[in-house]
C-alpha cells in the first residue's frame, strides 16, 4: 500500500543504499543532506526568487546549514523557527555587522542562530518573501512529504496566521534527484499539509505548473497537548475565544511525533551480566531471603580492585643487593613510580596592558608582528577575538631580573598609534 509513511522509508532506503547522503547518517528520520547540495545552492541562488527576496525563512535542519550560509551571504534576513516552537518560536538573524568568513560561518551555524537571533517581531512590516522547507519526497505537482513531525506545516500556519508572510511568497525545496518522483495519490494529502512552488535538484530546477493553494492555521487538528506545549499557539487560542469565536480541538492526541516509533536502546553486556548475577538473590528476597548490605558485591561477582602487577622479590643472601653494593655503583638505579611532568616555574605578572578594537579578521601573529616592529615583546598575550580584546602581560621571569626598561610608561609610549592589519 502506498501511503506517506512507505514512500518515507522508500527514499531513504533508496538514498542510503546508492551512498547518496553524507553526514548525519543514516538519514532516516532526517531530512537527508545529500551530495551535491552545493550545486542545489548556487542553482537556487541564480533564480529570480532569491535574488528579489529580501527575508527567506529556512528550517534549522543540518541539511540547510550551506543554505543558510548563502542566504546571510547574500545580505539577506534570515527567519527560522525554534526546535519544537517551545521558546521564541520564530527566529531574525540579519547579516554580520563586520562580515568575515568566520563571522558568516557562526551565523549559519545552529548555534549562532540560537545566540545571535532576536525573537521576530510579528508587529513589525518585516515580511517572509521566500520559503525553503525540507522535504524527504517530493512530485512534480508540488505535493511534499516530510519527516513526519509536522513542525513545517505549523511554522508555516503560524507565520501565515500572525501575517508575517507575504501573500505572493514562494515556497521551494531543495532535494536529490532521486527524491523527486512523478506524481502521488491526492488522497495521501490533507488541507494543512504545506505544497512547494519551486523544486531545485543539483541537476535541474522543476517549477510546478499549477500551484496548489497554501494552508493556514486549522484548529481542528491540534490536539490539547500541542497547544500547551507551544505557547504562542495557547495565546492565539486564548485571544480567539475572548473575541467570541467558537474553536474546536482535536479530541484524541494523534499528533504526527506522537506515533513515531524509537528502537529499544542496546544496553552493554556487563550490564546483563550484572542482571543476571543478581537475579537470584532477588528471586530469594521474595522468598523471604536474607537481605544483603548495599555495600557488598553482587554474587558472582568480584569487588571493583584493579589488578597490580606484582614486584618481584628480593635476594636475601652473599648475593643480595647489599652485599654487592660496591659492584652496583656504575649501574644506572632502577625508577620506581611514575614519571611527573616537570612544570615550569610560574611568574607574577607585574602589568597588564588592554589593547581594544581588533577586528575578527586579526589574528595573534598580526598583533605579534606588529608589538615587535614597536619593540614591545610582553611575557604572554590573552587573546580574545570574538571580543576583540587582547591582553598583554609583562612580569619578572626570575626575581633578579632587571624590568627598568619594561615600564608601564614606555610601554604606553611604545604603543601610540598602534595598526593592526590582517595579512
Not at 267 to 273: E, G, I, Q, S, V
Request: aromatic residues 6%.
Amino acid at each position: 500500500e502506498m501511503n506517506k509513511v512507505s514512500i518515507r522509508h522508500a527514499t531513504w532506503s533508496k538514498l542510503e543504499s546508492s551512498d547518496l547522503v553524507i553526514f548525519p547518517r543514516p538519514c532516516k528520520y532526517r531530512i537527508p543532506r545529500f551530495k551535491g547540495e552545493n550545486e542545489a545552492v548556487e542553482r537556487l541562488a541564480q533564480l529570480d526568487i532569491f535574488k528579489n527576496a529580501k527575508v527567506v525563512k529556512v528550517n534549522l535542519d543540518k541539511a540547510h546549514e550551506r543554505l543558510r550560509l548563502e542566504v546571510i551571504q547574500s545580505g539577506k534576513e534570515l527567519v527560522a523557527g525554534t526546535p519544537g516552537l517551545r521558546e521564541a518560536v520564530f527566529l531574525l538573524l540579519r547579516p554580520p555587522a563586520e562580515p568575515s568568513k568566520i563571522a558568516y560561518k557562526m551565523a549559519a551555524s545552529r548555534i549562532g542562530i540560537h545566540y545571535l537571533g532576536t525573537a521576530l517581531d510579528f508587529s513589525s512590516d518585516t515580511k517572509t518573501d521566500l520559503v525553503i522547507v525540507g522535504s524527504v519526497a517530493v512530485d512534480k505537482k508540488g505535493h511534499r512529504i516530510g519527516k513526519g513531525e509536522g513542525f513545517s506545516d505549523l511554522e508555516y500556519a503560524l507565520l501565515s496566521k500572525l501575517g508575517a508572510i507575504a501573500p505572493n511568497a514562494i515556497i521551494a525545496t531543495l532535494v536529490h534527484d532521486v527524491q523527486v518522483y512523478e506524481e502521488f495519490p491526492e488522497e495521501m494529502f490533507k488541507e494543512h499539509d504545506v505544497p512547494v512552488d519551486v523544486i531545485v535538484t543539483p541537476t535541474q530546477v522543476i517549477e510546478v505548473e499549477k500551484r496548489l493553494p497554501k494552508p493556514t492555521l486549522y484548529w481542528k487538528i491540534l490536539s490539547n497537548r500541542r497547544v500547551n506545549d507551544i505557547p504562542i499557539i495557547k495565546h492565539l487560542l486564548d485571544k480567539e475565544q475572548t473575541s467570541g469565536v467558537k474553536v474546536e480541538l482535536k479530541e484524541v492526541d494523534s499528533d504526527p511525533e506522537t506515533g513515531r516509533f524509537f528502537p529499544p536502546i542496546r544496553r552493554r553486556r556487563f550490564m546483563r551480566r550484572r542482571r543476571q548475577a543478581s537475579a537470584p538473590e532477588q528471586r530469594q528476597q521474595g522468598r523471604g531471603g536474607v537481605r544483603r548490605e548495599a555495600s557488598a558485591p553482587p554474587p558472582n561477582r568480584g569487588t571493583r580492585t584493579f589488578r597490580r602487577r606484582p614486584r618481584r622479590s628480593q635476594p636475601i643472601g652473599p648475593d643480595s643487593p647489599k652485599q654487592m653494593e660496591g659492584q652496583q655503583q656504575n649501574m644506572k638505579p632502577v625508577r620506581r613510580g611514575p614519571m611527573r611532568r616537570i612544570s615550569r616555574p610560574k611568574y607574577t605578572v607585574d602589568f597588564s596592558i588592554r589593547v581594544n578594537g581588533l577586528t575578527s579578521a586579526v589574528r595573534i601573529r598580526d598583533l605579534k608582528a606588529a608589538l615587535i616592529e614597536r619593540g614591545v615583546r610582553p611575557n604572554d598575550i590573552s587573546w580574545r577575538s570574538t571580543k576583540g580584546v587582547a591582553l598583554l602581560h609583562f612580569a619578572k621571569r626570575r626575581p633578579n631580573q632587571d624590568i627598568a626598561n619594561a615600564g608601564v610608561d614606555e610601554v604606553v609610549a611604545q604603543l601610540q598609534g598602534l595598526s593592526v592589519k590582517p595579512e
